[in-house]
């Protein structure tokens, strides 16, 4: 087992410390040792040690919260789920601790640079019939963001193709001729100077799709890291952020069958 979990896992991993302090155990909590024979479809379980973590700068608001949902309001820089660098610095692990909610769990995916409204489970319980919606695109969602203005492009418009994300690419791009899998109603709401506030009807929820299809308009949204060109900052530069806002959620309970509408504190310019 020592071989084979060394084999497994970086090298930056203290395999034999851990061993050592019984860190790794298997299903039924006993530790592992070095030496036991490795078996095949076996799960050995562990903690990881976790890297100091810069405090994201924001407030998570609590927009709404009952038995079964707790909605947030999220800062830019914080993300949704512990993952890579940003496990303390999350909405889950920061939220399952305050409000003593260990079950806790986000329904659909909020970028870590976008701000605005994310909706979570209290329980296990409640989790598969509230991502059924966002699944089946039952969840109406609107956003804000604050981008140039184009004086000769005709709003509203709506932009439909093929997005995919290759590995190892930072960016998304589009498949010309490929069947509509990305769909965005985009209307100009108000303008100042040569900036607008654009609100954002997502008819698919592709990966960077918003991002995506206002850069092709030639309208990228301000303080975007990856769009028109990929920018080398830090993880832990707060000082521009992107300006979208996940703004409104609508939904009819599958549960009690009540209209759930939400609405995000925040506002343009982030």
Not at 106 to 118: A, E, K, N, Y
Not at 217 to 239: A, H, K, R, T
Request: a negative charge; glycine letters at 6%.
């Amino acid at each position: 087992m020592g071989e084979w979990l060394r084999h497994r896992l970086p090298e930056r991993v203290d395999i034999d410390g851990m061993l050592a302090d019984q860190r790794f155990v298997y299903d039924d909590g006993k530790p592992v040792a070095g030496d036991h024979p490795y078996e095949p479809h076996t799960f050995v379980w562990f903690h990881r040690d976790l890297v100091d973590e810069v405090d994201v700068p924001g407030e998570i608001h609590i927009v709404h919260r009952d038995e079964r949902l707790i909605v947030v309001d999220k800062p830019a820089f914080l993300s949704s789920i512990p993952r890579g660098r940003h496990v303390r610095q999350s909405v889950v692990v920061r939220l399952r601790d305050e409000l003593d909610l260990p079950e806790l769990s986000p329904l659909h995916r909020l970028d870590r640079v976008t701000s605005g409204l994310l909706m979570l489970a209290t329980e296990r319980r409640w989790r598969g019939s509230y991502q059924t919606l966002f699944q089946d695109n039952q969840v109406s969602k609107t956003y804000k963001a604050l981008a140039p203005i184009r004086e000769d492009l005709e709003l509203p418009v709506t932009v439909g193709n093929h997005i995919v994300k290759r590995r190892g690419s930072w960016q998304v791009e589009v498949v010309p001729g490929a069947h509509v899998n990305a769909e965005t109603l985009i209307e100009l709401e108000s303008e100042s100077a040569a900036l607008g506030v654009y609100k954002l009807t997502p008819r698919t929820g592709r990966t960077h799709q918003l991002r995506k299809h206002l850069n092709d308009l030639g309208i990228p949204i301000v303080n975007d890291p990856l769009y028109p060109v990929v920018q080398d900052i830090e993880v832990d530069d707060f000082n521009h952020p992107l300006q979208l806002l996940a703004a409104e959620l609508s939904f009819t309970d599958p549960l009690d069958g009540d209209l759930r509408e939400f609405r995000s504190v925040r506002r343009l310019p982030l």
